[in-house]
């Protein structure tokens, strides 16, 4: 509650204005009270009918509205002197009129609802100590100037009456000022508190896309480094291929038909890393797909490359979002990618199943292995793990030389 109601308006000039209000509600209140304190003006009084200034009196009230229009929120002398001019036009209302003892409680609790607005927690303090004490001083010159105009036997007869009624006034305006302070200043900390939320997610989205912009980048160079280790590769040794053959298609046919049948299978090599680079690069690579036809589908690319068929459990018994889907995916097209390129393996294992709180998966293979330990980045275990980390989930990884790879995931739903 340190912080100014308007302290993210955008206006430049500092002022609080109907077009930028922070509590329109709160200003709509404010004119409802000016409008009774100046209605007010015309009822009966208990002494005279009129005020002595009547005029003066509305006129000051009427002043004292239109200042709400516009507050002050900037500059701490501008602020320190439209509050003096409210109190002033408080003073003069009140002592230019008859009927201060009804009317000007309302005035006093929409100065301090404006304090509020234009200063921090010590200066509303301030100014609702100082509109009590001026309420109080008020009200003790109106009930003696009310008790002076009695017949002496009256004014015997009803000033402890009268001195009562002044001291509840003064308790009941010292509870409406608490509560006007306490209300106001809830109210803005609940904005303040609502702009601090929304700046803190205005940035968790700026964190956000720099993050996927990152990862995209960080993936898309990955990409360019497997396309040209193994689409370079495979094109080169094409190449070099094809050279043999076109030198050997006169000399020795059978040898330059080797070349041949080599290029061929270099071909569908390259072929094939192209089509898996491309299924990578896709926003959406399931494409539609449930997860079960899509895993099914690198399973089948599996095979045709390895010569090994995968063997797949997939026991979903809930939809899965598409982040959960797209990062399933992703993980066993990483797995099964590094499998073919390093594990020379003949079984390979994948298990997805859903539990009530949680989505698992399971791979495994009886490849080669390594040791984790001296390779923390090698098989594309800090893309998978990130990508479960992402989703609050929780990665492991087993693997020694000549054991084969185990890899678990488990992502809350």
Not at 40 to 66: D, K, Q
Not at 120 to 128: D, E, M, N, Q
Not at 206 to 234: C, F, P
Not at 326 to 338: D, F, G, P, V, W
Request: proline share 5%; charged share 15%; aromatic share 8%.
């Amino acid at each position: 509650m340190q912080g100014d109601a308007s302290s993210h308006t955008p206006d430049p000039a500092g002022t609080i204005q109907i077009k930028n209000h922070p509590f329109p509600f709160l200003l709509y209140l404010e004119w409802g009270l000016v409008v009774l304190a100046i209605l007010s003006e015309f009822l009966p009084a208990p002494v005279s009918r009129l005020s002595r200034y009547p005029v003066l009196t509305i006129a000051s009230i009427a002043i004292f509205g239109l200042m709400g229009l516009r507050l002050p929120t900037k500059r701490p002398l501008t602020k320190v002197a439209y509050t003096l001019v409210e109190l002033g036009l408080i003073i003069l209302a009140t002592t230019t009129g008859l009927r201060g003892l009804r009317l000007f409680p309302f005035l006093y609790l929409v100065l301090v609802s404006r304090s509020c607005l234009i200063f921090k927690l010590p200066g509303r303090l301030l100014v609702s100590g100082v509109a009590f004490v001026l309420f109080f001083l008020i009200l003790v010159y109106r009930v003696r100037s009310l008790v002076l105009q009695l017949p002496t036997v009256v004014a015997e007869r009803f000033r402890p009456l009268v001195w009562g009624f002044a001291i509840n006034s003064v308790l009941l305006f010292g509870l409406a000022l608490v509560f006007v302070l306490l209300l106001v200043n809830a109210l803005i900390a609940e904005r303040q508190s609502r702009e601090k939320l929304a700046i803190a997610n205005d940035q968790l989205r700026e964190y956000a896309q720099k993050i996927e912009n990152l990862a995209a980048v960080q993936e898309r160079n990955r990409i360019a480094r497997e396309i040209h280790d193994s689409l370079g590769h495979a094109l080169t040794a094409l190449n070099i291929q094809l050279e043999g053959a076109l030198k050997l298609w006169q000399a020795n046919p059978q040898k330059a038909r080797t070349f041949l049948q080599d290029a061929k299978q270099l071909g569908s090599t390259a072929l094939q890393e192209v089509r898996q680079s491309v299924t990578t690069l896709r926003s959406d690579p399931l494409r539609g797909q449930s997860l079960s036809e899509a895993i099914a589908q690198l399973s089948n690319d599996f095979y045709r490359t390895t010569g090994v068929q995968p063997r797949c459990q997939i026991q979903l018994t809930q939809a899965l979002s598409s982040e959960i889907n797209t990062t399933l995916y992703r993980i066993i097209q990483e797995a099964l990618t590094n499998t073919c390129k390093h594990a020379d393996a003949t079984t390979v294992e994948i298990q997805v199943r859903t539990t009530p709180t949680q989505v698992q998966l399971t791979y495994y293979d009886n490849g080669n292995g390594f040791q984790v330990n001296q390779n923390q980045t090698g098989f594309g275990l800090q893309g998978m793990r990130e990508r479960a980390l992402a989703l609050k989930g929780q990665f492991t990884f087993n693997s020694s030389p000549g054991q084969g790879v185990r890899l678990s995931v488990h992502i809350p739903l």
